[in-house]
């Protein structure tokens, strides 16, 4: 059980362009996701808590126009990476809350995103 | 706002030797998750602790939470070379969407 799904695991795109990255618990429903960011070697970086239902909360320092984030369902979250540049390029991870255990969050596999 | 310290941020060791990981923090956390990655995946949850003073055992792998619940502990006997990876403590601070500090990371390097 506890399974999170992500999607593309991978992905290359030209500067300027938008790309989405899908997030799926697969085996339980999460009110809550998260998505973060990672840079090789080091820990994750909070980008943005994902409310199914209503508005994400973003992190300090992180632009809500350029990182769209859609929870539409108990199962599915979005994050939109609009007008990618090469320095949005990085490893988005995203977790997905058990509502039934102690603030356990079950990670996705990630994306690497490379923008060109 | 939270701030976990994890240490030490790298470590490399012979196999078969003993390794400890420590979290530390002057806040009071209602839970304190460990997680191992590996490179180009997601981190893999190995075990959560709630009770201070509680200890877990997952074979190799001892995970401790002090008793005022503000540090954490993992200690590796016997590493193996299957053991290298990132590891990751997070602690919980038990709010209603349940957000997560996480400490710097622990770079974990087993030779054979």
């Known amino acids: 059980g506890a399974v999170v799904s992500q999607h593309p695991s991978w992905v290359i795109c030209k500067s300027g362009t938008s790309v989405k990255i899908e997030c799926r618990s697969l085996?339980?429903?999460?009110?809550?996701m998260f998505w973060y960011r990672q840079f090789p070697k080091q820990s994750l970086m909070l980008m943005a808590t994902?409310?199914?239902?209503?508005?994400?909360?973003?992190e300090q320092g992180v632009e809500k126009d350029k990182f769209l984030i859609n929870h539409a369902s108990l199962t599915l979250s979005t994050l939109t990476v609009t007008s990618a540049h090469p320095e949005d390029s990085s490893f988005y991870i995203c977790?997905?809350?058990?509502?039934?255990?102690?603030?356990?969050?079950?990670f996705g596999p990630g994306t690497r995103l490379t923008v060109l | 706002t939270q701030l976990l310290e994890q240490s030490p941020q790298f470590l490399s060791i012979q196999e078969g030797e003993n390794l400890t990981v420590y979290c530390n923090s002057s806040?009071?956390?209602?839970?304190l998750q460990w997680y191992r990655q590996e490179p180009g995946e997601g981190p893999v949850l190995l075990v959560t602790?709630?009770?201070?003073?509680e200890v877990k055992k997952l074979k190799r792998l001892t995970f401790q939470f002090g008793d005022a619940r503000k540090d954490s502990s993992l200690h590796i006997t016997a590493a193996q070379p299957g053991d290298t990876g990132l590891y990751l403590c997070?602690?919980?601070?038990?709010?209603?969407?349940?957000?997560?500090?996480f400490g710097q990371g622990t770079i974990l390097t087993v030779h054979p």
């Open positions: 977790s997905a809350r058990d509502l039934g255990r102690w603030n356990e969050q079950f």
């Open positions: 085996d339980f429903q999460a009110t809550t």
């Open positions: 994902s409310n199914e239902g209503s508005k994400a909360t973003y």
């Open positions: 806040s009071v956390f209602s839970s």
């Open positions: 602790v709630v009770t201070g003073g």
């Open positions: 997070a602690g919980g601070s038990g709010t209603s969407y349940g957000k997560l500090t």
